[in-house]
């Protein structure tokens, strides 16, 4: 019987080994425990080993240099080596050598086998990005997210972000998901309410008012001596544009808060970072005024809201090349300051990306390439929910969002990983068998569809194409003909889903479909939403509405 064979008791250690044996069985083939290579016969053995362990042991077939979150697979004969850099590395190399040993597949929630297998699985590998993660704002819903969790680290992610308010939440029920897989996670977002009992406080009524920071400073030292899970804290102004007035004291009160509240929880080794984020479409709030110094303590994470993803971040509107300007200013000077600069992206959005969700797979393919190009620390992911309205007003209760979104988020975790583009497309699609390349081609179709339709966002702000009752003046024949050319692709080219599996179907019940049916049922709310969309806007004519081609 081969046997595992391992030199450390740290929980995610023994984790990495309880899940090779699980996911060994689940194939038929069991395996034995071997501690610390006590036994004299270690032929047949799968070594797990932290990279100093290795060097330091005989076993040491040839010395390897890993990078952080990096690790090897050493696949000779009998043997095999996992080696990883750190304990979680230890994890990332398991799922990895399952996958091509075993042909285990981590495309969706659920694992699955797509009986795939490669001969020799020995590899190096290294993430392209140091901080690739999820951030969760507002699901409520721990099963998820531990789902999630799993699914994460499966596919490479080293992070987690909750809002102060969520985590209050969920702490108790992903905690000890989180902590045996050690996972980082960063607590913060729009939290101030939570954190000051304070509703809508304006983005610079803390900065002006050290008391009030101090009791902010004490609750969140208070949170993170509680949670030694945590090790960055990421506090956000409200959501809320700044008077003019406030534009040369914002950024420059905000940073000096930042740095304040980095020195109280230096003990506690937890990082802080501020937001650069156009909040209200606010420019003041996303561009470093020339006044303004780049914090030598606290991280950047920069969020652009408003972006066309239907175009690359060097072009499009005038818009968008102010907002990459802006990207690549604070990247060079938190460069010079040895600072973490940290991108997040909205691919996972259902509120930027509306119920018209576009799959972004050459953008994000694009995306990872000119971030890393930057030279971007790390890209974040951040997953907000569909805003489900009144049945007269959008979509019901049955749109199955995380199904819907997790191709996006597959995508971006691999990408951000550092993984082949072509191999991550066919492992999403090669269940679907001789189909595979037709679906495959309406996805990649409905992506330079769908997402020119982002382009409305900031002409509608606050409002969304898909929001046509929060417009007072109605219709666009731009928009309309958008809407017209996505109907017509869908009547064209998708396959109708049969009303015997709508009748069955809910927005949780994803695993007991099929890809196709899901594919099916995905292309079916997209042209629901679509048909509504086109029928309202063209209630009545817009007066003063700027075109997005303009914007």
């Known amino acids: ?128 990005f140091s901080r690739r993660g999820n951030i969760i704002e507002t699901i409520d819903d721990p099963l998820y997210i531990n789902r999630l969790i799993d699914w994460g680290v499966k596919n490479g992610l080293n992070e987690f972000f909750f809002t102060f308010f969520l985590w209050d939440k969920v702490k108790s029920y992903v905690e000890p998901e989180l902590v045996k897989r050690n996972m980082k996670v960063t607590l913060g977002g729009h939290s ?57 004291d914002f950024m420059p009160a905000y940073i000096t808060f930042s740095e304040k509240l980095r020195a109280s929880l230096k003990e506690l080794n937890v990082e802080v970072e501020h937001i650069v984020y156009n909040a209200g479409l606010e420019w003041k709030m996303l561009e470093r005024a020339a006044g303004t110094n780049v914090s030598q303590e606290a991280d ?76 971007a620390d790390g890209v974040l992911n951040l997953i907000v929910p569909c805003h489900i309205k009144p049945l007269s ?35 999403y699609f090669s269940p679907l068998g001789e189909k595979k390349e037709t679906y495959l081609s309406i996805i990649l179709e409905l992506e330079n569809i769908l997402a020119k339709h982002t382009a409305w966002n900031v002409p509608l702000f606050p409002a969304r194409l898909v929001d046509t009752e929060k417009v007072k003046a109605r219709s666009s024949q731009e928009i309309v003909t958008c809407l017209d050319e996505l109907i017509d692709f869908l009547n064209e080219h998708t396959p109708a889903v049969s009303e015997e599996l709508l009748d069955i179907q809910n927005k949780d019940n994803f695993d007991s479909f099929t890809m196709e049916e899901m594919l099916q049922i995905y292309f079916y709310y997209v042209k629901k939403t679509a048909v509504r969309c086109k029928r309202e806007w063209q209630g009545g004519n817009v007066d003063g509405l700027q075109s997005a081609s303009v914007l």
């Not at 304070?198 to 008012?209: A, F, I």
């Not at 101090?214 to 990421?234: A, K, L, M, T």
């Open 1 to 128: 019987m081969k046997s595992i064979a391992y030199f450390n008791s740290h929980a995610t250690t023994c984790f990495a080994v309880e899940e090779l044996r699980r996911l060994f069985r689940q194939a038929g083939i069991e395996l034995g425990m071997n501690r610390r290579g006590r036994h004299r016969d270690l032929q047949g053995s799968i070594f797990i080993m932290l990279e100093k362990e290795y060097h330091s042991s005989p076993l040491c077939k040839s010395p390897l240099t890993l990078s952080k979150d990096g690790f090897a697979l050493i696949d000779e004969g009998d043997d095999v080596w996992i080696v990883g850099k750190e304990e979680r590395s230890l994890l990332y190399g398991v799922y990895s050598f399952c996958e091509k040993k075993l042909g285990y597949s981590w495309v969706h929630l659920n694992e699955g086998r797509c009986g795939t297998y490669t001969e020799n699985a020995t590899s190096v590998q290294t993430p392209l």
């Open 192 to 248: 101030l309410a939570f954190l000051t009992k304070e509703m809508g406080m304006q983005p610079n009524h803390l900065l002006r008012d050290s008391g009030m920071q101090d009791h902010v400073i004490s609750r969140i030292h208070e949170i993170c001596i509680g949670s030694p899970v945590v090790n960055r804290v990421s506090l956000w102004p409200e959501d809320i544009g700044i008077d003019q007035d406030e534009y040369d």
């Open 300 to 375: 950047v994470l920069y969020a652009y809201w408003g972006r066309d993803y239907s175009a690359s971040i060097h072009e499009a509107s005038e818009e968008q090349k102010r907002a990459a300007a802006s990207l690549m200013d604070w990247r060079t000077e938190t460069k010079i300051k040895n600072r973490s600069f940290t991108v997040l992206e909205y691919y996972s959005d259902h509120f930027m990306l509306s119920e018209l969700f576009p799959p972004l797979l050459n953008r994000m393919k694009q995306d990872m390439a000119d971030y890393k190009k930057l030279q």
């Open 393 to 427: 007003q959008g979509i019901n209760a049955d749109y199955p969002w995380k199904w819907i979104h997790g191709l996006n988020n597959f995508l971006y975790a691999g990408l951000c990983w550092g993984k082949d583009f072509d191999s991550l497309v066919d492992a």
